[in-house]
């Protein structure tokens, strides 16, 4: 029977494996729905292990939103530990939802947030143990539709094969749409079977079905030509943008898992969008214009929240928080409503701004002031201006320093490395920046024991940024700044045993760029690495380099193409990128204008506070910027203690 | 100078819970810290007046005694909670055991009694019911018999420093089997030592002794947790609290 229960199986083989609780499900606020009440039912996917994927706020927000739907149901699964995996392929029970433990095989929509493209094994992995054809076009009417999601899915290609349908965009009115041509078509009595139903699914403001888009190449290797094969689908897929966001108060009950995750608290989305410009950032292009929640809004999501979760801490989440119109009232009147309670308050890592320590400050009143994130992003002035994060290297000291005399005792710095037209020495800043800091605020704070963690990411060129047409640097290139970097920072140790370095290899940040910027050529690769063992690629300890580049270099030949054709080769501004179909509402002409003048060090301001740049994405997509302030105030409430 | 937190300190314990809870079904998966983490999030949600230690990040006052290791149910887990206002043990139950996941039920609140002793002195053994599915009763019966004939059963035990040897008989007081076709049930009472024998450990003495090998995992359930009295028998730890407050109201009636 659909949709019954695979509990009973599963149970033998959860004694027998490592943190069994993340499989059980039962979460606070998790719902379970009868079956047989619903037309369409959805498995929502994050894959990645359940402590990573649990406090996913998009995911969140689809369970709850699909939910209230009286029409449909949505279960969570996440990505199985290779431990139970194992297992359950030799009992042959299959991929599971942790809500009822029913089989992910039993689903009509198979949904799956890609946050990052180090994911797409799970996702092969999770399709083989639910007994659903790897590749799509092997998939028949009775097998769910795979649907991609998450900033990953503005550029599917890599997993053309392996999904049926990508979302662009923001999701919540998304999954309804969806959930609507589901229903129909299911009720009509699947006229056309699958074919039919991804047509209409085409057919969907903001959802793109690849298989429906032929991409033909070059004899130099790219792209020459990306055509749709039936002429009742969109040229170019349009995302998806999310109005009046005090309109979607999600998620209303947040869930609380008994298992630990790595976020234990509970996260409050301020604005959505960012409107900063920073180069690198996929996530601040692709998700403009900036929506704000009203003061209002934020006080009676944390209200509500605080009230259904039992959390002790709220983070107020957005691209860049302290950018919101109202923050410091926002700030002040949380700060008064939770006056001791032990309720704690947070914002996320900031851009390096004396107003964030102000900020800090107001919500930690009367509380620990251990550490304090700053993410200057690039080493030196001058790649920040090549980034568009300037700020110049007296104001950062001068900032952090503050930080250390208002008594918070540990700094954490954010840079990357391997950023276009990056040298040694702009990487070499970080370390004198780091001592000074350092040094000044031993000064400023009368204490030996502030200390100063530098943590380092490489940089990964994305799609729809105006570094998309980078070169990515190589690991080696990350691997040797990081060596010089560690000298000098360990070169006074007076001051270097202060300073704490947290880095990754350059590895990984190379097969994040082969996935980010692939075409479908590279899904031949991430179904070979999958076949060859490849799973939570995003976790050092199961992530292979070597697999990864020989399967591209065996896997990729036969097209004339590399790995170093994907990542370290610098883009024309003819090329046809693998993504031109898919549209952001960003300009093309814009973001090439906007690499070039990065080239030349030229920073753009910020269109929140300064007029218009013109990068396409409002009149595009028919949306505009929606800020306060609004004037509005919180009022006392009866908070739990 | 670091700093210090304004205002006055925290106000202080005055008054002690003790709760006895159960851990069922899926929930039997939970780790000690998991429960932790729950426990804590829902006496905020119910609106416990917690007391709580002093500092930058104050802690809610609780302890915890001799949790069931993960994968175990258990019918009789102990805590004790201080609470900075007074309220009725009964109305404290209700709402936390209203506020916990299914399968997480708080079972009873009672006040301690003045001068009553600590919980933990009140728990020194426990009681397991532990199925065997694909065993035979009869099988049971004769591997339990050759156990209790050893002195010592020396098993194999992962510990936070390694695999160790302990001796798994040592500690058990009692053991005796039941159950029917296909699915013997062990009943054992086990003194609480350290290194912990668990219910794995007395079934991997099975093994060892009888070569009594279930073909899926055993399901163990703690019965009891308590004090070990002379009869062999596990006594309820919250049984002097309860008889004082019992005392104590005859008293008032009796005024």
Redesign the interface.
Known sequence: MSGESLYPRLEPLLAQVQKPIQYVGGELNAQVKPWDEVAVHWALMYPDAYEVGLPNQGLMILYEVLNERPDALAERTYAVWPDLAALMREAGVGQFTVDAHRAVRDFDVLGVSFATELGYTNLLEALDLAGVPLHARDRDETHPVVVAGGHAAFNPEPVADFVDCAVLGDGEQAVGDITDVVKAWKEQGRPGGREELLARLARVDGVYVPRFYAVSYGPDGAIAAVTRTRDDVPARVGKRTVMDLDEWPYPKTPLVPLAESVHERMSVEIFRGCTRGCRFCQAGMITRPVRERTITGIGSMVDQGLRATGYEEVGLLSLSSADHSEIAQVARELADRYEGTNTGLSLPSTRVDAFNVTLANELSRNGRRSGLTFAPEGGSERIRRVINKTVSKEDLVRTVTTAYANGWQQVKLYFMCGLPTETDEDVLEIAELAVEVIRAGREASGRKDIRCTVSIGGFVPKPHTPFQWAAQASAETIDHRLRVLRQAINADRRIGRSIGLRYHDGKPGVIEGLLSRGDRRVGRVIERVWREGGRFDGWSEHFSYDRWTQAAAEELAVFGVDLDWFTTRERTQDEVLPWDHLDSGLDKEWLWDDWQEALSEEEVADCRWTPCYDCGVCPTMGTEIQVGPTGRSLLPLTVVR | MA?Q???PPPPPTVQKLRLCYAKRG??R???H???A??L??????A?V?MA?SAG???HPKISYVGAAP??AASEAEYLEIGLAERRDPEEVRAALDA?L???IDVLECVEAAEGGGSLADRIDAARWSIEL?GIEPAALSAAVAEFLSRDEVTVAKRTKNGLRDVDARGPVVSAAADGEVGRAILHVVVRQVTPAVRPDDVVAALAAVADLRPP??P?AVREAQGRLDDSGAVADPLGPDRAARTRCQGEHAAV
């Open positions: 700093r937190p304004d205002g899926p929930l998966f939970a780790s810290r998991d429960l983490r729950a804590e999030r829902a006496l905020r949600r609106r007046p709580f930058f990040s104050p993960t994968g506020s996941p299914p399968g599915p899926s995992p399901r």
